[in-house]
Structure formats: C-alpha cells, structure tokens
C-alpha cells in the first residue's frame, strides 16, 4: 500500500505562480512506476493534469502544457507540479497520484488509461484576484 501526502496549495493571484509536492510512502521497495496529478473543478469531473514515469518520460493535458511542469525525485519518492502562469479556471483540488503496477506499460499509465491505483487527498488550489 502507498500513501500520498500533498502540500503547497493555496490562493494566488491570476498570472502566478505555485508549486505543489507530494511525499509517497509505505510499501515501496523501488520507484513507483508513474506519479502525478489530478484535478477537480467545482462541478466538473476529474481530470489527469500531468504525469512522470520513474524513467522521466512525462506526459501533460492540453490545458497543462507550456504552464505546468511535472517532476520527481525517485530516491525521494516525491512528485511535484510547478502551475506558472495561472488563471481562475484553473481553481481546483489537485490531487497526487500514483500507479505501480509492473505489468502495465507506461504510455497507457501515464495518460491515466487504467485510471491511478493511489490517490492523495487532495490540495486546493484558488487562483482569484
């Protein structure tokens, strides 16, 4: 079992910037195969923002790319998100994901086909004037 812990969020002004991290912890004896994020607009569904896998390949959502950049430290276990250039719609809870199984391959995982195996609890991100 993996435990996911995010940190960072909160309200920033349209045009900035924040960074979020995430701690994995628990039953990990090598890098996790893919971590990342996930977000959730009030009254919308939950979307993949951007994902890594432990070989650094990274894959991001078109509303993420050129803004966001993932990254993670695999001797850390950690995951973070660097939101440049924000605006109100991107107000959500942000949550980091993880997937560790072996067996699927990384394109599918990374693009969130499987949907994510662990998920954190979430950091709300309000990005208001």
């Known amino acids: 079992q993996v435990r996911l812990v995010e940190s960072g969020g909160g309200l920033v002004q349209p045009g900035g910037s924040l960074r979020l991290s995430c701690v994995a912890s628990?039953?990990?004896?090598?890098?996790?195969?893919?971590m990342g994020w996930y977000r959730q607009a009030p009254e919308k569904e939950r979307e993949l923002v951007a994902t890594v896998s432990s070989g650094g390949t990274t894959y991001y959502a078109d509303s993420a790319k050129g803004r966001f950049t993932v990254s993670r430290d695999n001797a850390k276990n950690t995951v973070d998100l660097q939101l440049n250039s924000l605006n109100p719609e991107d107000t959500a809870v942000y949550y980091c994901v993880a997937d560790n199984k072996r067996y699927r391959t990384d394109y599918k995982v990374l693009r969130g086909v499987y949907g994510m195996d662990y998920w954190g609890e979430g950091t709300l991100v309000t990005v208001s004037s």
């Open positions: 628990g039953s990990i004896s090598s890098p996790i195969k893919v």
